[in-house]
């Protein structure tokens, strides 16, 4: 298992992590997601090999950056 860890900006409440979380989820091969509100911290457990670029997609399309 490899874990990721992204910094992801613009999220301000626990609807956006509970948001960015389940969309995570859909990433194939994601296991365990645990994202940190107050620094942005965002890691991510994976089954196998890390799809970095789908993992950075979804957090752009859910409207966040990545730092």
């Not at 490899?2 to 994601?30: F, I």
Request: with cysteine; glycine share 8%; hydrophobic share 40%.
């Amino acid at each position: 298992m490899d874990t990721n860890t992204y910094v992801v900006r613009g999220m301000n409440c626990e609807n956006c992590v509970a948001s960015l979380t389940k969309k995570a989820h859909d990433v194939p091969g994601v296991t365990r997601v645990a994202i940190d509100l107050p620094t942005g911290r965002m890691d991510v457990t994976w089954r196998g090999v890390a799809d970095d670029p789908a993992m950075r997609g979804v957090v752009e399309q859910a409207g966040f950056q990545v730092a």
